[in-house]
Each structure stands twice: as C-alpha cells, then as structure tokens.
C-alpha cells in the first residue's frame, strides 16, 4: 500500500516548505476549535497568541 504523504496534497516547492509550519487542531473535549474558528476567527487568533506567549513562558 503506497502512503500519501501531506505535501502531496499541498504542493510546496522545497524553497516553500523552510517558511511553511502546519498546526492541527484538536479539541480539548470542551471546545472544537473547528467550530470554534468558523463562528469567531478572531477569537481563534487571539487564542493561538496566547497560548504561544504560555509556550514561550514556560519553554524558553
């Protein structure tokens, strides 16, 4: 069985992919960040700076 590999999908070029970083999404069994996203962009957004300034906080 051939494996399909994500940049298959996606199609970066190799010069692309050193500026590419993907994150997935998971819920935390209270919030769909999905959801969450359709209905308030913004929100997400602000989410995502904080939780990256906590990460930069404790992992330096």
Do not use: A, C
């Given at each position: ?43 997400m ?16």
């Amino acid at each position: 069985m051939s494996h399909i590999k994500l940049n298959d999908l996606l199609g970066f070029t190799e010069e692309e992919m050193n500026h590419v970083k993907i994150k997935f999404n998971q819920s935390n069994g209270f919030v769909d960040p999905m959801e969450l996203f359709k209905q308030n962009p913004e929100e997400m957004k602000k989410l995502y700076i904080q939780q990256k300034n906590l990460k930069q906080v404790i992992l330096p």
